[in-house]
C-alpha cells in the first residue's frame, strides 16, 4: 500500500502530523535570531605584540618575521596576514574550513612559545586568540552630563553603563569610542634629573618596586593562625609627592622636587564628534547566535532605564545597522506573502474551483513553517539569503499541489467521485511530482558543499531551499490527495480539450512532422542567445543602499590627531549642507587591532559615518551620495580618501614582493597607468608611506669606553618621552580601580630635540649626555607594513565607478606595467578578486555537479539512461533565456544571477518530466503508439504546465520588482528566473517531444544491435 492511498483512508494521522509541524514550526519562527548575513565559523587566529615607541621596520624584523616563520609550520593554514605600525605587530593566521580550530590555537600558542625567548625582552606578552565573528556593532549611543568631566564621563561607560549593559541578554561586546582615560601624571623636570644624575627609567622603575603588594608567610600569633602581606601602596597623590627617591650617589630626594605629579586624564588617543560636538560613545556588539532585532531592543529598553534612574545624564542613540536589518526581514516576508497570494490567484484564475483553490493554498504554509523548525534544529537564522530562499521557492512550492489538484480536477471532469478521482491521479502522476521535487533538491544540496568562505555562506540558502520543496512534497504526497478526497465535490461537467490546447497540439504535430527543421531551429535560437555570453558584464555583487555610508580618511604620517580633527571638521562642513545626510559620526583614532581586517587605526585615521535619510525621501541612491561626496572632497590635498567595507564598488589590486624598494618602485608605475584609464573611480594606494621618526644610533667606541649599550640608551628614551609600557607601570589604589603612574618628561621637553640629545644615560662612571654615545637625527621609516603569506604587500583599491569588475580586470590586465612586472614583484589573488575566483569556480562545480545529480536521480526514477535526456533538453533554453535578460537590461554575471541561475536549472526540468512521464506511462499503460503518446501527453500535461510556469512567475514577480526594501541584490535574480523560465517553457513545449523522438530512435537503433525486437514501425511513426 502506497502512502498517497494510505492518507486518503487514514486522515487522522495525516491531519496530527501536520499540525504538530506546524505548532513546531510557528514556536520555532519566533526562537530564530533576525540578522543580515549567515553567521560564518571562521577559523582564525590572531597573534598581537604591543612594543610601544618601536618603529614598524624595526618591528617587522624583530617580532613580526620570527613569528611568521615560527607558526608557518602549523597544519591547515591558508594564509598568514600581518600589519606592523608603530608600537604594534598584529599577525592573522587564516586556517582551512575543516582545521580544528582548537587544536589550531594550542598549535599557534606553542609556535610562538617556541620563539618567545628571541622576541625582545621588553616587549608585552604576545597575545593570542581566536577571531570571533558577530557582525559588526549594531547600535552606537552618545553619553553627556552637565555635571562630569569628560573623564568621569569616560569612567561612567567603562563602569557603570558596561556593567548594566553587560546583563542584557545577547550582548557580546561594549566599545567605549572617544573619551579619555584617568592616570597619574609625573612630569619631570629635564634640569634636575640631568644635575642630580638620575633617569626616569630609573625613577619609574623605584616607582613600580615600592608600590606593590608581597604575600609575607604565615605567623602563629594568639591561638589563630595569619597570613603576612606586605603592603607598599601609595593611596593618594600626596604620599605620592613624598616618595623619596634615591640617587646614584646614594643621596635621597622627594618625588614633588624633581617632578610635577597631577591626576589628571591620559593623553588623548581616540576623539568622537557627533556632527562637530564632542561626545562619548559607546557601540553595542551582540553575541553569536542571538538575534540582532531582539538585543537592539533589549538594550533600548536598558538604556530608557538607565536614562530614568540619572537624569543627570543622557544616552542617546546616534545611529546603527539595526533598521537596515528590520527593513530588510521585513521586506523579505512581504516578498514571501506577496509571492504566495500571487500563485493562489494564478491557481483560481485557471481552475476557477475556490475549494480546489484553497487546497492548493494549504501547501504553503505546510510547507514554510516546518522549514522554520529544521532551521532552528541546524543552527541557522533568519537572513537575507535563508529569506531569500524561501522568497524564490515560494512558487514552486505550490508547484506539487497545483500537479496534483489540477490532475484530480481532470479526474472529477471525467466523471469520478471525489475519492476515486484523488486516489487515481495521485497515483497517476506520483512519478513526475517526486522527480520535479528531486530534480530541484539535486541541484541544492551541491552547492551546500561548495568548498570554502563560498561554501559555508550559501550553506544555510541551499538548506533552506531544499527542506522546505522536500516538505512541498510530503504536503502533496500526503495530505492534498487526502483533503481533495473529502472537500472537493464532484463535478458535473465533463473533461473537453479547449480551443488552446487543440491550437497547441496542432503545433506540437506539425513540429513532429518537422523535426529536424524545428530542433535546428531551436539550436540557432539557443545558440545566438547563449552567444551573448561575453558580451555580459562579469561582477561579484551588486552594490546594496543600506542608509549608512563609511569615509574612510587617511592623512599623511606623522599628522597628530589635532590635525585629524581639523581635517575631519572641514570635510564634515562641506558636506552638511547635502540634502541626503542626516547626521555625520566621526571616529578619529580607532582603537587598533581589528580581528578580522588586520587594520590598524592611528591618530592620523579617521571614520565617518554618514547617515543618510530614508530611501523613499531622496532622490539619490546610496552610491550617487558617495560619488558626490568624493567629488566635492577632491581639492582637499594630503589626504587618501575611501569608503570601507563596501566591495561590490572596489576592486582590489595586491602585489606582494621581497624587495621593499622594488615594490615601491612597481606601485608607483602602477598607479600611473591606472589613473590614465577611462571610466573608473577614485584610486586609493596602501604603499607604505614614509613617516618621520627621530633615529637614535649608538657610537660603538664612544659607548663601549663609556660601558653604555644599546638597550639602555633605547630605555632612557623611551621612558623619558612616552614612559614604560602600560603592564610596567605603577598603580595607584583607589577604592574602585587602580590608576596608572606614567613618569616621563613633561610636554615641552619632548618637543625639543636638543634636550633629547642631552637626556642623561648611565654609564659606568654615572650619567653622561646622550649626544655623547649616540647620534640623534631626524629621519624617514614605513608608516605601516603589510605583510601576506610572508612578503611584504602592497596594495591598489579601485572604485568601479559603476562598472563591472570583470570589466575593469580585463582593462586592468592590459597595462604594461602588469603584464611586465619584475621577476621579484608578484601579483596576488587576493581579497576581493581570491573571493569571486573561489566564488565562482565554486558555483560552476555546483552546477556541473547539480546536472550530474538531476541526470542520475532521473535514471533511478525512470529506470531509463537515454530519456533523461530529453528532460535535461530543457536547461539550456534557460540559458539562453537568462543571459539575454542579463544582456537586455544590463545586469551583470554575479552572485545574485548565477543563484537565480542555478535555481533555474531545477525549475525547468518540470515540464519536461510532466510530458515525458505522461509519454512513457501512455506507451506503458494504454499501449498508445510514440506520436500518440507524445500529442496525448501536450494535450493532458499542457494546462499543468502553464499553471506552474505562471504560478512560479507570479511567486517571483515581488523579488524581481522589489517594491519593498533594498531591492538591489534580488531584482537581478528575479529577473533571470523570470525570463529563462518563459524562454524554457516555451521552447520545450515544443522541443521537448521532438527530442523525444529523437532519443525513442536511439533506442531502437540500440535494441536492434543487441538483438532484441524493436516496437513495431507503425507504432513509432504514428
Known amino acids: 500500500m502506497n502512502f498517497v492511498t494510505w492518507s486518503i483512508r487514514n486522515p487522522m494521522p495525516v491531519i496530527v502530523l501536520f499540525v504538530l509541524l506546524m505548532i513546531m514550526g510557528i514556536i520555532s519562527f519566533t526562537k530564530l535570531p533576525v540578522i543580515d548575513m549567515p553567521e560564518i565559523d571562521f577559523p582564525g587566529i590572531t597573534v598581537t605584540v604591543n612594543y610601544p615607541g618601536v618603529q614598524p621596520s624595526q618591528l617587522e624584523t624583530e617580532v613580526t618575521r620570527k613569528i611568521e616563520d615560527s607558526v608557518a609550520s602549523v597544519l591547515g593554514i591558508r594564509h598568514i596576514n600581518s600589519t606592523v605600525s608603530e608600537g604594534m605587530s598584529f599577525t592573522r593566521i587564516d586556517f582551512e574550513l575543516d582545521r580544528d580550530i582548537n587544536e589550531a590555537l594550542d598549535d599557534v600558542r606553542d609556535a610562538v612559545s617556541r620563539i618567545r625567548s628571541d622576541l625582545p625582552a621588553d616587549a608585552n606578552e604576545p597575545v593570542i586568540s581566536r577571531i570571533n565573528i558577530s557582525g559588526r556593532p549594531i547600535i552606537t549611543f552618545a553619553v553627556a552630563a552637565d555635571n562630569l568631566s569628560e573623564t568621569e564621563l569616560s569612567w561612567l561607560v567603562d563602569l ?160 546603527n545597522t539595526v533598521d537596515h536589518i528590520r527593513e530588510s526581514y521585513h521586506s523579505s516576508l512581504e516578498m514571501l506573502v506577496e509571492g504566495a497570494l500571487l500563485a493562489i490567484i494564478v491557481v483560481w484564475y485557471f481552475l476557477r474551483d475556490w475549494r480546489a483553490t484553497l487546497v492548493s493554498a494549504i501547501a504553503l504554509p505546510l510547507s514554510i513553517f516546518p522549514t522554520f523548525w529544521a532551521m532552528h534544529a541546524l543552527g541557522y537564522s533568519l537572513n537575507n539569503l535563508t529569506l531569500l530562499a524561501l522568497s524564490l521557492v515560494v512558487g514552486v512550492l505550490v508547484d506539487d499541489a497545483i500537479v496534483e489538484i489540477e490532475n484530480i480536477v481532470r479526474h472529477l471532469r471525467q466523471g ?79 473533461e473537453e480539450t479547449g480551443p488552446f490546447t487543440l491550437r497547441y497540439v496542432g503545433w506540437v504535430q506539425a513540429c513532429l512532422k518537422h523535426r529536424r527543421i524545428t530542433l535546428s531551429a531551436s539550436a540557432v535560437i539557443i545558440g545566438l542567445s547563449i552567444g551573448v555570453a561575453p558580451l555580459v558584464p562579469k561582477g561579484f555583487s551588486t552594490e546594496t543602499d543600506t542608509g549608512y555610508a563609511v569615509l574612510s580618511i587617511e592623512l599623511p604620517p606623522g599628522s597628530t590627531l589635532e590635525n585629524t580633527r581639523a581635517t575631519a571638521e572641514i570635510i564634515r562642513q562641506r558636506l552638511q549642507n547635502f540634502p541626503e545626510i542626516k547626521s555625520m559620526y566621526t571616529v578619529m583614532g580607532r582603537d587598533a587591532g581589528n580581528a578580522v581586517s ?98 637614535i644610533r649608538p657610537l660603538p667606541e664612544r659607548a663601549a669606553e663609556l660601558g653604555v649599550n644599546t638597550e639602555a640608551i633605547a630605555l632612557v628614551a623611551r621612558f623619558a618621552t612616552s614612559g614604560d609600557v602600560l603592564m610596567g607601570l605603577a598603580k595607584m589604589n583607589l577604592p574602585s580601580r587602580q590608576l596608572p603612574i606614567r613618569v616621563r618628561l613633561s ?25 655623547n654615545v649616540a647620534e640623534v637625527r631626524l629621519d624617514t621609516g614605513p608608516a605601516q607594513i603589510t605583510r601576506y603569506d610572508r612578503s611584504r604587500v602592497a596594495t591598489i583599491d579601485v572604485d568601479l565607478n559603476g562598472r563591472a569588475l570583470g570589466d575593469v580586470m580585463k582593462s586592468v590586465a592590459t597595462l604594461p606595467s602588469i603584464k611586465q612586472l619584475p621577476a621579484d614583484v608578484h601579483q596576488l589573488a587576493a581579497g576581493q578578486i581570491e573571493f569571486m575566483v573561489e566564488l565562482f569556480k565554486g558555483f560552476g562545480i555546483a552546477m556541473l555537479v547539480g546536472i550530474l545529480s538531476i541526470y542520475v536521480v532521473l535514471v533511478l526514477l525512470f529506470k531509463e539512461f537515454l530519456q533523461p535526456i530529453t528532460i535535461l533538453s530543457a536547461l539550456p533554453p534557460s540559458a539562453a533565456g537568462a543571459i539575454v535578460c542579463l544582456y537586455v537590461l544590463g545586469y551583470s554575471l554575479s552572485v545574485p544571477s548565477l543563484i537565480g541561475i542555478l535555481m533555474l536549472m531545477g525549475i525547468v526540468t518540470k515540464n519536461s518530466i510532466l510530458l515525458v512521464e505522461y ?104
Request: with cysteine; charged share 25%; net charge positive.
Open 160 to 319: 557603570t553603563l558596561t556593567r548594566e549593559l553587560s546583563a542584557v541578554h545577547g550582548v557580546g561586546k561594549i566599545s567605549r569610542v572617544g573619551g579619555v582615560a584617568r592616570e597619574i601624571r609625573v612630569d619631570l623636570n629635564f634640569d634636575r634629573i640631568t644635575s642630580l644624575g638620575t633617569t626616569a627609567t630609573d625613577i619609574s622603575r623605584q616607582l613600580k618596586r615600592f608600590q606593590a603588594e608581597f604575600p609575607g608567610g604565615e605567623a602563629r600569633v594568639g591561638d589563630g593562625k595569619q597570613s603576612i602581606r606586605t603592603v607598599g601602596t601609595i593611596n593618594s597623590l600626596r604620599d605620592l609627592a613624598e616618595l623619596p627617591i634615591s640617587l646614584p650617589d646614594g643621596r635621597r630626594v622627594r618625588l614633588d622636587n624633581i617632578a610635577t605629579i597631577r591626576d589628571q586624564a591620559a593623553e588623548r588617543e581616540q576623539i568622537a564628534l557627533l556632527d562637530g560636538k564632542q561626545v562619548v560613545g559607546f557601540e553595542i556588539t551582540r553575541a553569536k547566535g542571538t538575534s540582532a532585532l531582539d538585543v537592539a531592543e533589549r538594550v533600548r529598553a536598558k538604556v530608557d532605564e538607565l536614562n530614568q534612574k540619572n537624569p543627570h545624564v543622557k544616552i542617546q542613540e546616534i545611529s
Open 416 to 494: 469520478k467521485p471525489p475519492l476515486e478521482a484523488a486516489r487515481d491521479a495521485a497515483l497517476e502522476i506520483g512519478l513526475a511530482v517526486i522527480a520535479t521535487t528531486f530534480t530541484l533538491c539535486a541541484v541544492f544540496v551541491p552547492v551546500a558543499f561548495m568548498g570554502g568562505i563560498p561554501g559555508e555562506f550559501f550553506r544555510p540558502f541551499a538548506f533552506t531551499a531544499t527542506v522546505s520543496v522536500l516538505f512541498s512534497l510530503l504536503v502533496a504526497r500526503l495530505l492534498t490527495p487526502m483533503l481533495a478526497s473529502r472537500f472537493l465535490k464532484p463535478h458535473d461537467e465533463h
Open 598 to 695: 588586520a587594520t590598524i587605526a592611528s591618530t592620523r585615521n579617521a571614520d565617518i559615518t554618514i547617515a543618510l535619510v530614508p530611501r523613499k525621501e531622496r532622490k539619490l541612491s546610496q552610491q550617487k551620495v558617495q560619488q558626490r561626496v568624493l567629488y566635492e572632497l577632491r581639492d582637499i590635498p594630503g589626504i587618501r580618501l575611501s569608503y570601507a567595507s563596501d566591495w561590490a564598488s572596489k576592486m582590489q589590486l595586491t602585489f606582494a614582493s621581497d624587495d621593499p624598494p622594488l615594490l615601491d618602485a612597481t606601485m608607483i608605475g602602477i598607479e600611473r597607468e591606472l589613473r590614465a584609464l577611462p571610466s573608473i573611480g577614485q584610486l586609493t594606494s596602501k604603499t607604505s608611506l614614509l613617516t618621520p621618526e627621530v633615529v
Open 747 to 771: 610636554d615641552d621637553a619632548r618637543d625639543n630635540l636638543d634636550l633629547i640629545r642631552l637626556l642623561p644615560v648611565p654609564s659606568k662612571n654615572g650619567t653622561v649626555p646622550l649626544m
Open 919 to 1022: 509519454a512513457e506511462m501512455a506507451r506503458r499503460d494504454h499501449h498508445l503508439p510514440r506520436t500518440k503518446a507524445l500529442l496525448d501527453a501536450c494535450a493532458k500535461r499542457a494546462r499543468p504546465i502553464v499553471m506552474t510556469t505562471i504560478a512560479m512567475i507570479a511567486g517571483m514577480l515581488p523579488v524581481a520588482l522589489g517594491f519593498s526594501g533594498d531591492s538591489s541584490f534580488q531584482t537581478s535574480m528575479g529577473a533571470v528566473v523570470i525570463s529563462g523560465l518563459l524562454v524554457s517553457t516555451a521552447l520545450s513545449l515544443f522541443v521537448v517531444p521532438v527530442v523525444f523522438s529523437f532519443i525513442d530512435d536511439i533506442q531502437i537503433k540500440l535494441s536492434q544491435l543487441r538483438g532484441r525486437p524493436a516496437a513495431p514501425v507503425e507504432q513509432v511513426q504514428q
